[in-house]
């Protein structure tokens, strides 16, 4: 018999690898989360002992034999997920097998997060535009188009869409037009991070689907790269999703925390990019507050 798991906070199923050193992915998702009052359940995609970025020979233990394994052992325990919540993923399988467990909780009333992480603006990795990135392209499309959010960055927004991808900055007539572009691929509301939009300021646009608008949240810019960040943003995007702020509240608070774990590690220039940024001393305060600044206009 199928016992019922009650959920007294939002619970959240993260889909993500877990990189031991670097802060991305689940060590950056399960303490955000957490620390909004939020519980996460991980559904690890692979081990690596560090991320891919500036790291050289980095291990990397595939799980995608256990993904389906981990779900159907949930299914039976009756697990109800308030939202699916999915980043980096190692292979086309794991997006097919992710798709059906997205598809499913959907209908039971998840919020479905997908960031399509296919590589990065300012970071390109190595394998950035390989055979393996393109052949997840297809894949990550499908989850788009199911998904509730999608945060791509600049470059994935211009794989998704099939714009070309420019480190220029980006006025707003184009911005409209990735958010109008992804948004035709099926998500309701669509956040594309890390956007250029003057040669000294950054922004994150958002499209929310309920009201037809479309925003910019201000960043704030700093000029040197930051690595993990997208990880940090959605992650937060997240849990504000989960307690009832609106789409563009939850990109604003997300937007204000990444510039405070900016700020706290520009006073550090001895943390190395790949090291991630200093986001662990801003959790205990910042989520217990109540005056966020408003980083926004509508566009
Ligand atoms: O979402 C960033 C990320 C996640 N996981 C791994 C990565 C990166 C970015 O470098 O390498 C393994």
Not at 110 to 131: K, Q, T
Not at 135 to 154: H, Q, R, Y
Request: glycine fraction near 8%; charge should be negative.
């Amino acid at each position: 018999m199928t016992e019922e798991i009650a959920n007294i906070i939002p619970k959240v199923c993260a889909v993500h690898d877990i990189s031991g050193f670097g802060k991305v992915s689940l060590t950056e998702v399960i303490p955000i989360l957490s620390a909004m009052g939020v519980e996460v359940c991980p559904l690890p995609t692979a081990v690596l002992s560090t991320h891919t970025f500036e790291f050289e020979n980095y291990t990397f233990c595939d799980l995608t034999g256990e993904m389906q394994k981990i779900i159907d052992h949930w299914e039976k325990i009756g697990l109800k997920f308030d939202a699916v919540y999915s980043g980096y993923m190692g292979s086309a399988e794991q997006i097919r097998i992710l798709k059906g467990f997205m598809q499913k909780a959907g209908q039971n009333g998840a919020l479905l997060v997908v960031d399509p992480v296919m590589g990065d603006n300012i970071l390109s990795s190595r394998d950035f535009y390989s055979e393996k990135v393109l052949g997840m392209l297809g894949g990550m499309k499908e989850l788009c188009s199911i998904a509730d959010i999608i945060t791509p960055n600049v470059t994935e927004a211009c794989l998704l869409t099939g714009e070309k991808y420019s480190s220029r900055p980006v006025s707003n007539s184009k911005i409209k037009r990735y958010l109008k572009k992804l948004a035709a691929l099926g998500a309701k509301y669509v956040v594309i991070t890390s956007v250029m939009d003057s040669e000294n300021s950054m922004c994150v646009a958002v499209y929310d689907g309920d009201t037809g608008k479309y925003y910019k949240v201000n960043c704030g810019f700093v000029n040197r790269p930051f690595h993990g960040t997208g990880d940090i943003y959605t992650s937060v995007l997240t849990g504000a999703m989960l307690k009832g702020l609106s789409i563009i509240e939850a990109a604003n608070l997300a937007a204000g925390f990444v510039y405070k774990a900016i700020q706290l590690t520009i006073r550090h220039p001895e943390i190395r990019v790949r090291e991630g940024v200093l986001f662990e001393p801003a959790l205990s305060t910042y989520f217990s507050r109540d005056d966020y600044d408003k980083r926004y206009v509508e566009i």
